[in-house]
């Protein structure tokens, strides 16, 4: 059996085929990160004195209701209004649900798309977080693939459930992600931010694996390489060696891995973000986009009795779940991390994008709540020069249809891809994942 | 399940008990939790010392792929109305005697199409619950009335709209009051908490009590005298809040040491008013949503050994318990 230990001392040269499959073995098993790192076609450095935009795309999946977040009706017809009043907020003639308090006093710091518009009443997540119905390549994907990775941190990270694993998905992303630029753009998966559970088996060396250790099958693994090339000539192998290289960097970095303890947080700051899942995604988040990452998604709950925003029912499952938990968690969360980023003087480079796959029916059903409605719903989008306060469109009466500016999946994405830095007009590599549409003019200047 | 032979000894609790001439009363707290199904919570009870210590002492049955929760216990606590949904059907009220182990027949009362949830029960039998355009209602949210003697439905003059809505009752001890959730009174349909007067068939105001924001979630002492609700106003701690009103006074009471930064919500007030059960998130509880008890006395939380698991505990009901020597 291979030993590691002894392993720097030996000339690859002199190893056998056997052996090297060995090593093959064990690189899959301890620095398969470098997979992740090795996404990027290009690595982009950070412009000198401009820090480069990143994104926190929190995803509602299950489609919460517009009418009791950012698009209340609280005058309309008795068949449609739910039983939620609306704030006030500080411009005139906007309002928000009763249910988001806190969001309805930092209004001057998001737009709100109220004029979001499809047609599939399913719940397909990929119109919304790729711009088509039919693609697979995510946002995060997409921006890895153009912007590559900076300072040492995985480009693109999922915070959440990535589907395979919870038997009870309100919405899937699982057929999301890399897609045909391969499992490499997939997004890196934190099942849960918590501090004590954070759980990245790409971060976990094998029990038996110091990082000194690491490091000489770091220098094993090169000769063998070196043997590759010698062999081979492969720009592929040289390919993977850079990608090896950032992996041990991440595992063996102190400044990387505590960007991913939340523990190293002030206790106060994560109390104010709120002591839920959530919450707690959202802090780390803006840690991460602080270290470097460049795309984080955050996935809401994924169980029923965990909260999706599917809400079909009356009590748990339904709007009694709105009432309180969803809604909640979503204003505590989500003030926080806007105040946060704003306090840290990262909101100006931060996107913070916040939307579901559809909204819900104007209609009550028989439990007092909403079913699926893709045709008119709600989108919100902060920082990184959105001009906050901005109404983009509006519902009409009965927030069945946008009354105007109808908003596509497709200018959706345009406009994150613009927001993030990749130029959607002239760049004509981005032109398959955002067809003709342009950026929304509004948010964009 | 241990049988709460205790329980079976209990007459009605009429009196309210000052917290000056009961140091230490025992309290039974129903709640909904999803400690043993992940998908569907469960209702269970738990007992406890009034100082330290505590334990589970039962649970309803559960029912396959039924998502039980919102618990209310009669006050003399041999009764147990919850709301029951099954996936893809309507909310419905049920009802479990905790001396029988068995449920209560409602049939009458689950005649509606529509979902029916969030009860409340008094020390006299009669559940009150909201109904979503139950036939023969107002429309919309209504509050209904229903009497487990006679399985009929009792009147409440003056008290459902039909544009509106009323929600979240809860009833007092004494039967007499209705706290309740209104949108009808501000033009942006703000949630308030209101008051009904069954003795007088009417609304009661309750000045002071309401703010510009969301004030939900009450819960009414046996005689009516105290309300503890839910609120967003701004000045609290922190999220949402649980604020306690004094009718009497028309002020709302100061409950040092309950609230934190996170959020508070489903405060219930025990029919003496000393104590407060309610739901919290924070960082130092073992799930994400806890159950809590504030005692107004020593205006500290109790501890509940016992009580919370590492997945949701949450619509607490508590109430006060005879000592064993009564």
């Known amino acids: 059996m291979l030993q590691l230990g002894s392993a720097k001392s030996k000339n690859c040269q002199g190893l056998s085929r056997r052996h090297m499959l060995q090593v093959a073995g064990i690189d899959l098993l301890g620095i398969s990160l470098a997979n992740s790192l090795g996404s990027s076609s290009v690595f982009a450095d950070e412009t000198k004195g401009r820090r480069e935009t990143s994104c926190i795309f929190i995803w509602l999946n299950g489609g919460p209701s517009q009418f009791e977040t950012f698009d209340p009706k609280p005058n309309t017809s008795e068949a449609i209004r739910g039983p939620f009043g609306a704030i006030q907020t500080h411009l005139p003639g906007v309002a928000v649900s009763e249910l988001i308090p806190m969001l309805s006093r930092r209004i001057d710091k998001y737009a709100l798309i109220r004029s979001m518009t499809h047609r599939n009443a399913n719940h397909a997540s990929t119109a919304m977080l790729t711009g088509f119905d039919n693609k697979q390549e995510s946002f995060g994907a997409v921006v890895t693939k153009f912007k590559g990775s900076k300072q040492g941190m995985p480009p693109y990270i999922h915070i959440g459930s990535t589907a395979a694993d919870a038997t009870k998905i309100v919405s899937n992303i699982d057929k999301v992600g890399g897609g045909q630029f391969g499992s490499a753009y997939d997004p890196l998966a934190m099942r849960d931010p918590t501090g004590k559970n954070v759980k990245l088996s790409m971060f976990s060396l094998p029990k038996d694996i110091s990082a000194d250790r690491l490091q000489q099958r770091q220098q094993l693994l090169g000769s063998i390489d070196e043997f590759r090339q010698q062999t081979e000539n492969s720009q592929a192998i040289q390919r993977l060696d850079r990608h090896r290289q950032q992996a041990v960097d991440l595992l063996t970095s102190t400044r990387v891995r505590d960007a991913f303890d939340l523990e190293k947080e002030d206790r106060r700051l994560r109390a104010k973000y709120g002591a839920n899942f959530f919450g707690q995604a959202c802090l780390m988040g803006r840690r991460l986009v602080e270290a470097g990452t460049r795309y984080v998604q955050i996935k809401w709950y994924d169980i029923v009795a965990y909260d999706a925003w599917d809400c079909h029912g009356a009590e748990l499952p339904g709007m009694m779940r709105m009432e309180q938990q969803l809604c909640p968690r979503l204003d505590q969360g989500l003030s926080a991390l806007l105040d946060d980023l704003e306090d840290r003087g990262l909101l100006d480079s931060t996107l913070v994008v916040v939307v579901g796959e559809f909204g819900r029916t104007p209609k009550l059903n028989k439990n007092g709540a909403r079913d699926h409605w893709p045709y008119c719903y709600s989108a919100l989008m902060a920082g990184a020069g959105v001009p906050g306060g901005t109404i983009v469109g509006a519902s009409d009466r009965t927030c069945a249809a946008p009354a105007h500016r109808p908003v596509s999946p497709t200018e959706f994405a345009a406009t994150i891809y613009h927001r993030l830095g990749i130029d959607t007009t002239t760049d004509l590599r981005i032109r398959p994942f955002v067809g003709g549409a342009l950026p929304i003019r509004e948010l964009v200047g | ?326």
């Open chain 2, 1 to 326: 399940m241990r049988r709460l032979t205790w329980l079976s000894a209990l007459t009605l609790f009429t009196g309210m008990v000052s917290a000056s001439e009961q140091s230490s009363p025992r309290l039974l707290i129903a709640l909904a939790s999803l400690r043993d199904e992940p998908l569907h919570p469960t209702i269970y009870f738990y007992e406890h010392d009034g100082e330290q210590t505590g334990k589970i002492v039962g649970k309803v049955a559960p029912v396959d792929k039924r998502s039980d929760h919102h618990p209310a216990l009669s006050h003399d606590g041999k009764l147990c109305a919850f709301a029951a949904e099954v996936v893809s059907t309507v909310c419905t009220v049920e009802c479990w005697n905790l001396d029988t182990e068995k449920s209560v027949d409602l049939a009458p009362l689950k005649k509606s199409p529509n979902a029916q949830m969030a009860p409340s029960l008094g020390t006299a039998p009669v559940v009150c619950f909201e109904a979503w355009n139950r036939p023969g209602s107002p429309g919309r949210w209504d509050l209904l009335l229903y009497e487990l003697n006679t399985k009929r439905l009792l009147d409440l003059p003056n008290l459902n709209t039909s544009q509106f809505d009323e929600r979240k009752p809860a009833l007092s001890g004494d039967g007499r009051w209705l706290a309740f959730v209104t949108n009808a009174q501000t033009r942006e349909r703000l949630s308030e908490v209101a008051l009904y007067d069954r003795q007088a068939s009417q609304r009661v105001a309750v000045p002071g009590l309401n703010s510009r924001f969301m004030d939900t979630e009450p819960s009414i002492s046996h005689d009516g005298r105290f309300i503890a609700f839910v609120t967003d106003r701004t000045g609290g701690e922190g999220a949402r809040d649980i604020n306690l009103y004094d009718r009497k006074t028309s002020q709302l009471i100061p409950l040092p040491g309950l609230n934190s930064v996170g959020q508070e919500q489903s405060p219930s007030i025990s029919p003496d008013g000393r104590f407060i059960a309610f739901v919290s998130e924070r960082l130092e509880g073992v799930g994400e949503r806890d159950v809590y008890a504030y005692d107004r006395q020593t205006k500290s939380l109790l501890p509940l050994p016992g009580l919370n698991s590492p997945r949701d505990e949450y619509d607490p009901c508590l109430i006060v318990l005879p000592s064993t020597g009564d």
